[in-house]
Nanobody, 115 residues
Framework: QVMLEESGGGLVQAGGSLRLSCAAS????????MGWYRQPPGKQREWVAT???????DYADSVKGRFTISGDNAKNTVSLQMNSLKPEDTAVYYC?????????WGKGTLVTVSS
C-alpha cells in the first residue's frame, strides 16, 4: 500500500508565496513521474505541473514562471514552490505519483489566496 501525505497549504494574500510538499511511503518500487493537480471551487481538477524520473519538467500555462516543482526520487518526495500567488490559484492541491505499480493520489491540501 502506498500513502501520500501533503503539507504546506494555507491562507495567503495575493502576491505571497507558499510551498507545498508531498511525501510518499509504502511499497514503492519505481517512481516514473510526480506531479501536482488542483481543483478550484466549483471546477474540475486540473493539471498544474509534472516532473519525470529523468527530471523533465512541465507546467500549465497558468502557473508557468510563478510555480516551481522539484522532486527527490530517493526520498519519494515532491514539492511545489508557489510564488506571486493570485486569487485564481485558490484550490485544493493534490499530489500524484506515477509508479510501475500504479498511480497514487494524496488527499489534498487547501490553498486560499485572498485579494
Amino acid at each position: 500500500q502506498v500513502m501520500l501525505e501533503e503539507s504546506g497549504g494555507g491562507l495567503v494574500q495575493a502576491g505571497g508565496s507558499l510551498r507545498l510538499s508531498c511525501a510518499a511511503s509504502g511499497s514503492i518500487f519505481r517512481i516514473n513521474a510526480m506531479g501536482w493537480y488542483r481543483q478550484p471551487p466549483g471546477k474540475q481538477r486540473e493539471w498544474v505541473a509534472t516532473i519525470t524520473r529523468d527530471d523533465t519538467i512541465d507546467y500549465a500555462d497558468s502557473v508557468k514562471g510563478r510555480f516551481t516543482i522539484s522532486g527527490d526520487n530517493a526520498k519519494n518526495t515532491v514539492s511545489l514552490q508557489m510564488n506571486s500567488l493570485k486569487p485564481e490559484d485558490t484550490a485544493v492541491y493534490y499530489c500524484l505519483i506515477v509508479t510501475t505499480s500504479g498511480n497514487y493520489w494524496g488527499k489534498g491540501t487547501l490553498v486560499t489566496v485572498s485579494s
